[in-house]
């Protein structure tokens, strides 16, 4: 099933439906002069696509949703835990050299670093490293924690959180990579375990796959 590109009859169903809605399924075929069998299948694409509501005894009504307002509810209900990838994690102890050779042997564009609990403690990107090898000092020499962006200054997600709400959190933040991270405690207050990442490109794939309904 595609949301966005329809048959000819599914478009004429749609039409009709916006006109004279509510109506039956009998009364759609008997327009089309075809069997209720024959537009079943129709019917029901159109309807768990969101197009059409259906209510029994009453008959189909359009939903009023264009493909892209589909396409984005759809993607309200696409779960993080579902599409997330594997952390690159680093230590906090850790020098730039060692993030610069982990950012290209992963071939990744950011990094999560943790500190010695096993907790997120901050993020290093591409433009942090970059940044520190243009300084005069070794990069052997500098500590990844002298560079990195700390808590609670780095924007993670849950793995109940939709596609949709960290695709906006990558554009409003203008980041290309989000922590996916559990809640757990680190004595009286509340830290983050580094559990999977989501990227411009997970995003990417997912939003082709709810569009296509098929699996990237």
Request: aromatic share 6%; proline share 4%.
């Amino acid at each position: 099933m595609n949301i966005i590109e329809l048959t000819k009859r599914q478009d004429i169903i749609l039409e009709i439906v916006k006109n004279e809605g509510p109506i039956t399924g009998e009364q759609i075929a008997e327009k089309l002069n075809l069997t209720r069998a024959t537009l079943r299948p129709d019917l029901a694409i159109l309807t768990m696509a969101g197009y059409l509501d259906a209510r029994p005894r009453v008959g189909y009504f359009y939903s009023g949703k264009s493909g892209p307002q589909l396409l984005g509810d759809l993607a309200r209900k696409k779960l993080v835990k579902d599409f997330k990838a594997l952390p690159v994690i680093i230590k906090e102890s850790s020098s730039v050299y060692d993030a610069v050779c982990t950012l290209f042997l992963e071939d990744v564009g950011t990094l999560y670093v943790s500190n010695d609990q096993g907790h997120l403690a901050g993020v290093v990107s591409r433009k942090d490293l970059l940044r520190a090898m243009l300084g005069k000092q070794k990069i052997e020499d500098i500590p990844v924690n002298i560079i990195m962006s700390r808590m609670p200054n780095i924007v993670v997600c849950f793995l109940e959180d939709s596609i949709y709400e960290v695709a906006k959190k990558l554009i409003n933040n203008q980041i290309d990579s989000i922590p996916v991270v559990r809640e757990v405690k680190a004595g009286d207050r509340q830290a983050y375990e580094i559990i999977g990442r989501v990227t411009k490109t997970t995003v990417t794939k997912a939003f082709v796959e709810i569009a296509g309904d098929q699996p990237v």
